[in-house]
């Protein structure tokens, strides 16, 4: 027979009413159950309130979200608020869902397979190699236009320079953002 937690606060119980110590049922309970059987302070505590006049056999409400809330509606609420902000904190999307910084994390990381990496772009100067790659594509380029072909430059993107969405978030920390982690 299985020992269930709610069956042993009941075998607690009712030896509690019989006047036994929390040792003495502790230790018939590892008698029986073995490694399954609750712990000693479990034990001692539960005696405790039974012997301070509590009659029920279920634990009291406990503040906070229940363990049950990572659900498919939190998931996709986290997963909307990084899709409209993706450089949203962690603090902040607990502060928004009314989660623990633990659960939010664990639905980023676990659930959502996403990790937070620097978004900030940082120019580099090209080598002298690449240098060369660049003019020997355009020359190319170029060379498919011959002499008594018709021009449509603007079908050519030639240029020095490459442009990218450039952006400076005053602090950097926040400079962050959420991507796929895979």
């Not at 027979?1 to 590892?30: D, N, P, V």
């Not at 073995?34 to 634990?59: H, I, Y």
């Not at 623990?100 to 080598?127: D, F, Q």
């Amino acid at each position: 027979m299985e020992f269930t937690e709610e069956k042993m606060r009941f075998y607690i119980f009712m030896r509690c009413k019989l006047g036994e110590s929390a040792k003495l049922i502790h230790e018939t309970l590892q008698t029986v159950c073995g490694v399954c059987a609750c712990s000693s302070q479990n034990v001692c505590r539960w005696v405790r309130e039974f012997n301070e006049g509590k009659d029920s056999l279920s634990d009291c409400p406990r503040p906070g979200p229940p363990k049950s809330c990572v659900n498919e509606q939190t998931i996709a609420s986290i997963k909307k608020d990084i899709d409209e902000d993706p450089h949203i904190s962690e603090r902040e999307l607990n502060d928004t869902n009314g989660l623990s910084y633990g659960t939010v994390h664990t639905i980023i990381t676990e659930h959502l397979g996403m990790k937070k990496v620097c978004a900030r772009w940082i120019p580099h100067l090209l080598t002298v190699d690449q240098k060369r790659e660049r003019v020997r594509c355009a020359k190319e380029l170029l060379n498919m236009f011959g002499p008594h072909r018709p021009k449509r430059l603007t079908d050519i993107v030639k240029g020095d320079e490459t442009w990218f969405p450039f952006f400076i978030i005053p602090q950097e920390r926040l400079n962050r953002m959420w991507v796929d982690g895979q």
